[in-house]
């Protein structure tokens, strides 16, 4: 799986289009919904700590995990901002070790989706089960298929700022489900210039009914799909499906 390394510095400038704000409601709102209104939750794939921070205001107890180094960095700064008690932990999600159980585990913005193997993913998904309390919740988001064939595809996204600029170059193979984004970075340097910087990134497109099929292999029970992120079931033009899993019960059996 790939970690964001000089596009770290500059991911939540060229993500602002994101509205985490609403997200995190979202979250707290099938948290809530299913008895967790505090106590500790996980977040996988947690970037610069965006949504971690967001949960944490809200009440929980985060830990945030990453396999990037340099996200974690612009995610302990925004921590030394603000003051929150959140644990950030440098590992990759298919490898994560936790103390002990949690109440529930998210995971957004398609961190999943860089899991390019299945067996990986539901290595991922039995980790999620064994660190889960008797009940516990685990929420995430995938890209469906449907957006990366349909949508990104083969196309260019480009953004030029006095901060930086990037060009996020997309292609899709239908037959192995694998889009590959190739990122040039430009920063700019003290002395006028610029730097820069190439990033490959691979993510998989999972259909609905595989990523079911896997929750249930990790011991999980599947409790809803939504068109992410509203109440609406997901159909076949969902751009980004919201799972809803829950632990069944493995620790008092």
């Given at each position: 799986?790939?970690?964001?390394?000089?596009?770290?510095q500059v991911?939540?400038?060229?993500?602002?289009?994101?509205d985490?704000?609403s997200?995190a409601?979202?979250?707290e709102?099938?948290?809530?919904?299913?008895?967790?209104?505090?106590?500790?939750?996980?977040?996988?794939?947690c970037?610069t700590?965006?949504?971690?921070?967001?949960?944490?205001?809200?009440g929980?107890?985060?830990?945030?995990?990453?396999?990037?180094?340099?996200?974690?960095?612009?995610?302990?700064?925004?921590?030394?901002?603000?003051g929150?008690?959140?644990?950030?932990?440098?590992?990759?999600?298919?490898?994560?070790?936790?103390?002990?159980t949690?109440?529930?585990?998210?995971?957004?913005c398609?961190?999943l989706?860089?899991?390019?193997?299945?067996?990986e993913?539901?290595?991922v998904?039995?980790?999620?089960?064994?660190?889960?309390d008797?009940?516990?919740?685990?929420?995430?988001?995938?890209?469906?298929?449907?957006?990366y064939?349909d949508?990104?595809?083969?196309?260019?996204?480009?953004e030029?700022?006095?901060?930086?600029?990037?060009?996020?170059?997309?292609?899709?193979?239908?037959?192995n489900?694998?889009?590959?984004?190739e990122?040039?970075?430009?920063?700019?340097?003290?002395?006028?210039?610029?730097?820069?910087?190439?990033?490959?990134?691979?993510?998989?497109?999972?259909?609905?009914?595989?990523?079911?099929?896997l929750?249930?292999?990790?011991?999980?029970?599947?409790?809803?799909?939504?068109?992410?992120?509203?109440?609406n079931?997901?159909?076949?033009?969902s751009?980004?499906?919201?799972?809803?899993?829950?632990?069944?019960?493995?620790?008092?059996a």
């Amino acid at each position: 799986m790939e970690a964001y390394g000089k596009f770290a510095q500059v991911y939540d400038l060229f993500m602002d289009n994101i509205d985490y704000e609403s997200w995190a409601a979202y979250v707290e709102k099938h948290l809530k919904a299913r008895g967790i209104e505090d106590g500790l939750v996980l977040e996988l794939g947690c970037g610069t700590g965006t949504m971690t921070g967001l949960l944490a205001q809200k009440g929980y107890d985060m830990i945030g995990v990453d396999n990037s180094e340099e996200m974690l960095a612009e995610a302990m700064k925004k921590k030394m901002e603000t003051g929150q008690d959140i644990l950030y932990l440098l590992q990759d999600m298919q490898e994560f070790e936790l103390y002990g159980t949690v109440r529930a585990i998210i995971s957004v913005c398609d961190s999943l989706n860089y899991i390019t193997d299945r067996k990986e993913l539901l290595q991922v998904f039995r980790l999620v089960n064994n660190y889960l309390d008797p009940g516990g919740i685990f929420l995430f988001d995938m890209n469906t298929v449907h957006k990366y064939r349909d949508i990104l595809g083969e196309t260019t996204i480009a953004e030029n700022r006095d901060e930086g600029s990037f060009i996020w170059e997309n292609s899709y193979d239908p037959e192995n489900g694998i889009n590959i984004y190739e990122l040039a970075v430009f920063l700019p340097r003290e002395d006028g210039l610029y730097e820069k910087c190439e990033e490959l990134h691979c993510q998989k497109a999972y259909e609905q009914s595989e990523i079911e099929a896997l929750i249930a292999e990790a011991g999980m029970e599947l409790v809803a799909v939504y068109d992410a992120y509203t109440m609406n079931p997901a159909s076949k033009d969902s751009e980004r499906l919201f799972f809803v899993a829950k632990e069944k019960g493995k620790h008092t059996a």
